[in-house]
């Protein structure tokens, strides 16, 4: 089936679950190999290396947020382009969209290496802390120009039909990831770079496979001589802004966190965070995956002025995530203690109790976190980027840091409930946003008119 057909013809709810499914264990399957970086790192080297790696991974992660920005932000003109049939248009924005990918990982790697020792000493750590953290980080910087670009990719499948090869990609890259740690850290006892080398690995491995069917034109976008213009690159920024500066507002938030954690409990403090921050991690890829991966079939039918469609494809995107997020408040609530031992091999009972307290006040979290997320994803789906970006940069850095000063007094206890607190601000923040659209999203169908 074309995803002309696909997204125009196919019921709404069918639409949702054949592109929701396959991309919510594709977004998992992508983001576990940090998971399992964690796992593999805390079981072979340590709660050292654990630490350290928390604290370069805000950094790591930042890396590739511009390639992230710009797969997402040129996926929404992609869509809405094939939607009013502009195929040509649809084209040069992807091909101009993958050189800029390509010059914005170089540019961003090198700034990286080179600032490595100064990021990670501002951060407060010392001795093998710091040491770990810019080993860790400067392999990621090293390898940023061939892996950054399989973060884009899964756009640009998804839009072209290719939702179950786009999951299995990433599996395949979660499974090289795993078994490239597996030999680096468990057979071969190299260092914590290692466990670098062997994400960045399957990412490069993974990036040419995904690049295989637009360079064959097997796919519906192809590429072509690119045209760069103002008004192109103005558009993919804007629609990529509000995905941009969630990525890069929740690190800096993660590294002023980190920060204070440092001098407030040292390591064992910034090993239960990134216990937390895993956990989100797990979470967070399964809420995206769902409501991204339908992105472009809303795009596509706003694009046709078929509203009636992209509000039941909104509808789905909600309940959906609300049934997701609330059944993991369950499990996190439930499983504190098996959650913390898989991040920490060698946990003491002190550690132990902290991290279930902290793990029980952040489940609060995800009773309400789905609303700010479906939202922030339906308004840029519709081409509200403005909205969207207003929900992502007060979600994930003004609130929480408005709420450091505010639950300073709580000490540890008021970091582990920042996120929840952020959560229920961004929820009525997103309430507004949508009463706001409201009278655009129910004009009348282009063929009821």
């Known amino acids: 089936m074309s995803s002309t057909t696909l997204f125009s013809k196919t019921p709404p709810v069918k639409l949702f679950f054949l592109a929701s499914i396959p991309g919510m264990i594709s977004m998992l399957a992508s983001s576990l190999y940090q998971t399992f970086d964690g796992i593999l790192v805390g079981q072979f ?53 993958i050189l800029m990918i390509i010059g914005g990982s170089i540019i961003t790697g090198a700034i990286i290496f080179a600032a490595a020792p100064l990021f990670i000493g501002l951060m407060g750590a010392e001795g093998d802390f710091a040491d770990f953290a810019i080993q860790y980080l400067r392999v990621y910087a090293l390898c940023s120009p061939f892996t950054t670009i399989v973060y884009a990719m899964d756009n640009y499948l998804r839009i072209s039909g290719y939702i179950r090869g786009s999951m299995g990609l990433n599996i395949l890259m979660s499974i090289l ?28 491995i993974c990036a040419l496979v995904a690049l295989s069917p637009f360079i064959r034109g097997k796919a519906v976008l192809h590429f072509c001589k690119p045209q760069f213009s103002l008004k192109t690159v103005r558009q993919i920024f804007s629609c990529g802004c509000p995905s941009f500066l969630q990525n890069i507002a929740t690190r800096i938030t993660s590294i002023i966190m980190n920060a204070i954690l440092v001098r407030l409990g040292g390591e064992t403090a910034v090993s ?80 132990l109790a902290l991290s279930i307290s902290a793990l029980h006040l952040f489940c609060l979290t995800y009773i309400i976190r789905w609303v700010s997320f479906a939202t922030q994803s339906f308004m840029l789906a519709i081409e509200k980027s403005l909205p969207a970006s207003i929900i992502s940069v007060s979600t994930a850095l003004i609130f929480p840091v408005i709420l450091l000063a505010v639950l300073w007094p709580l000490g540890l206890t008021g970091i582990w409930l920042n996120l929840a607190g952020a959560s229920l601000l961004s929820a009525v923040m997103s309430i507004i946003v949508l009463k706001k659209a409201r009278p655009e999203l129910y004009q009348p169908d282009a063929a009821d008119e």
């Not at 078929?306 to 499983?335: E, N, Q, T």
């Open 45 to 97: 080297l340590g709660a050292t290396a654990f630490a350290a790696l928390n604290l370069a991974m805000p950094f790591v992660v930042i890396n590739f947020a511009i390639s992230d920005m710009i797969g997402v932000g040129s996926a929404v003109p992609i869509s809405v382009c094939l939607g009013k049939k502009q195929n040509q248009e649809a084209n040069n924005i992807f091909t101009c969209s």
């Open 272 to 351: 239960v965070y990134g216990v937390l921050m895993f956990v989100d991690g797990f979470i967070q890829p399964l809420l995206y995956g769902m409501c991204d991966s339908v992105q472009p079939a809303i795009g596509y039918n706003w694009g046709a002025q078929k509203y009636s469609r992209v509000r039941a494809l909104g509808k789905c995107c909600f309940v959906a995530s609300a049934v997701v997020s609330i059944l993991c408040v369950f499990v996190i609530a439930f499983l504190p203690a098996q959650i913390t031992r898989l991040f920490i091999s060698d946990v003491g009972a002190d550690v």
């Open 177 to 204: 990831s795993v078994g490239f740690g597996l030999l680096f850290l468990g057979v071969f006892r190299w260092g914590i770079w290692a466990s670098a080398l062997g994400s960045c690995s399957s990412m490069f």
